[in-house]
């Protein structure tokens, strides 16, 4: 007997302890033994959330959720007959209805209603004809024709959010529903659970849920703003009805067939829509591949152009410049020397007038490559300007770089040129120094080459 009664105990412990939470004041004791009755309005005709059937009842989830408030309230909630949802806003601003059982917060209804907390929420839909494939969201109906019921939540949202959509507004969600379906309107909005109940009542085929908004329908119960005893004691009631309460309301009203019916037709063309794109990326992405590989082999053409000289083929006077100022960091950094050579071709202007600039070009030409191959792979030939060239050789002293100096004079002095041609060079030779800076190591070679032309040429001078 003892286990029986600890079972029963059990079972029903959960549910009495929620409506003993329900701790009212002393004056809201008083306030419910003098009301008498709670009077409230609802939306008449929006299923499975609520309405006003043939009898004159209200059913719906607001109804199940309002029988239970109205047991842990201890008072009766009495409705307020209405036609429309617009009229029901209007008796709840008159004050002719205490309460709204099911609607949205929003600042327009803040005017002249508090609200408790949510108690049901749902996601907001919308609704096309079949042979719109999707809408992504509200956005894509800029421009477009959108039927909705008059003064649900989601006029003020778009008004704010979306000014460009073309609003039409009807009576009910219904009709909404049968402008969509005639063409009269791209698409409707509202929750998805009560479109797809309407949907089936209307029984239309070329209609579907198409897509989703950002919305949630957050519903609450709406209390007159007058009355801040009535709001405490209604929210007092929504905070404490036991979760497995809600779930059997949920699941009992939320539970409606909706029948699927696959649309082989549309599932092809999708298919083939899907393969079109597919083939559509690989060719373009070869595309891009393809492209993307010239690109690269012409911007190295362009580097080699911008850093080459066109005539000899060496490295121009921006690239040299480059490479003495990286040679210079280098030194800097890990220590060690380098040497720049500046050598110049002695009298080249006699040999641009006395034998043309066609045969000035081959000197200089087969000097660059008469120097190139007679120097180490890690050295660095540079046309400097005109006649002027540039050795960078890394890692070599000045006595070294005096012993190559002298070797490329004696090339040079001994090559034969075209026409029988006497050549020489003059050079000058600068060795880094420890904080010296890329102007100072070039502004020493050019000293040096200075006085190699002044001693008379065809010689080497070293810093």
């Known amino acids: 007997m003892r286990v029986i009664q600890f ?22 004791r008083e306030y419910l033994a003098s009301k008498q009755q709670i009077t409230m309005c609802i939306d008449p005709d929006w299923l499975p959330f609520e309405a006003i059937n043939a009898q004159g009842k209200h059913v719906g989830l607001s109804a199940d959720f309002m029988a239970e408030y109205s047991k842990m309230m201890g008072i009766p909630i009495q409705l307020v007959p209405t036609k429309s949802w617009s009229e029901s806003l209007h008796k709840a601003k008159a004050r002719e209805c205490d309460i709204l059982s099911m609607l949205n917060e929003s600042p327009e209804r803040s005017a002249y209603l508090n609200f408790t907390a949510p108690y049901v929420t749902a996601a907001v839909a919308l609704v096309s004809r079949s042979d719109v494939l999707f809408i992504d969201g509200l956005s894509a109906l800029q421009g477009k024709v959108l039927a909705m019921p008059k003064n649900y939540i989601y006029e003020e949202l778009i008004r704010r959010d979306y000014p460009l959509i073309q609003v039409v507004y009807t009576k009910n969600q219904k009709e909404a529903i049968k402008l969509v379906s005639s063409g009269k309107a791209y698409a409707s909005i509202g929750t998805q659970i009560s479109m797809l109940r309407d949907i089936q009542e209307v029984a239309t085929t070329n209609v579907k849920v198409a897509g989703f908004t950002e919305y949630k329908s957050v519903l609450r119960v709406g209390v007159r703003k007058d009355d801040e005893l009535l709001l405490s004691i209604f929210s007092k009631a929504v905070d404490n009805l036991p979760p497995q309460k809600t779930n059997q309301i949920l699941q009992r009203w939320y539970s ?71 040679e210079v960091a280098r030194a800097e950094r890990y220590g060690g020397s380098f040497c720049v050579m500046l050598f110049d071709i002695d009298h080249f202007k006699a040999v641009n007038d006395n034998c043309g600039h066609q045969i000035g070009d081959k000197v200089l030409i087969e000097i660059s490559n008469l120097v190139r191959t007679n120097i180490r792979e890690s050295d660095i030939l540079g046309r400097w300007g005109g006649e002027e060239f540039m050795l960078v050789t890394p890692e070599m002293d000045i006595s070294g770089a005096e012993k190559l100096a002298n070797k490329l004079r004696l090339l040079v002095q001994d090559h034969i040129f075209p026409n029988q041609i006497d050549i020489t060079v003059s050079f000058g030779v600068a060795e880094y120094k420890m904080g010296d800076s890329p102007d100072a190591l070039l502004n020493t070679a050019d000293k040096m080459l200075y006085k190699s032309k002044e001693a008379g040429r065809n010689r080497v001078t070293i810093s």
């Not at 005539?311 to 040299?320: I, P, Q, S, V």
């Open 7 to 28: 079972l029963l105990f059990f079972l029903f412990s959960s549910h009495l302890l929620a409506v003993e939470q329900l701790l009212f004041t002393d004056k809201e």
């Open 256 to 326: 409606v067939t909706v029948q699927n019916k696959v649309d082989q037709t549309l599932l092809w063309q999708l298919l083939v829509v899907f393969f079109l794109i597919s083939m559509i990326f690989v060719v373009r992405f070869r595309s891009i591949r393809q492209f993307n590989k010239i690109l690269k082999e012409k911007n190295k053409q362009l580097e080699r152009i911008s850093q080459t000289d066109h005539l000899t083929g060496l490295f121009n006077r921006l690239k040299t410049d480059a490479v003495i100022k990286a």
